[in-house]
């Protein structure tokens, strides 16, 4: 099973890009990381003081996003994924029937996160999603307001914050990876990649 990494800063095209292969690959398993977030009274205590505090590893459940690696990886029938409430900030575990009946299939690990899960990164196609800051901006004060219940100067002080956390840490992971920078919004870049995909998998063949 092929791994792609699709991460990028917050609004930056990754479950648009994520959607985008899904479909044309057609035989793919997709991970959001940031359907692992801790539902825990911590969590939610710190999510008062600490604006960026869903920006940051201590948010989500690693353990529990690596269980559902090994049970792919392993090819067990039924697996344990996550969903996450952002209004009642609650997490509600599932399980899901997959099938293994394809050799070309693709596990997507998609989210902010998905550079900083424990894999070997050497296997995987990593991509990073691009766009400019107030873009992305935008686009995250329209789902905020519409979807997750949050103020403009709330969506600001958490869009800065994370904006720069991101960064922080995805700099660490170019140093030390091959990635492919990707803006989601040109079509070219899209096929390009889809391009880059289909060879490697005709390599690995």
Known sequence: MKTIIITGPSSSGKTFLTNKLSKYL????VI???????SCILIKILSIFLHDIYDRKISIKINEINKTLRSIYLKKDIINFYEYDYKNKKSTKYQAKINYDKEDQYLILEGIFAHRIDLNNNNTINIICQEQKEVCFKRRLIRDISTRGRDRMEVHKRFSSSWDLFYKHINKFIETNKVIFLKTNEKKSIDLLIKIITQKNNQDK
């Open 26 to 29: 057609k035989n793919t398993i």
């Open 32 to 38: 959001k990381t940031d359907s692992y977030y801790r």
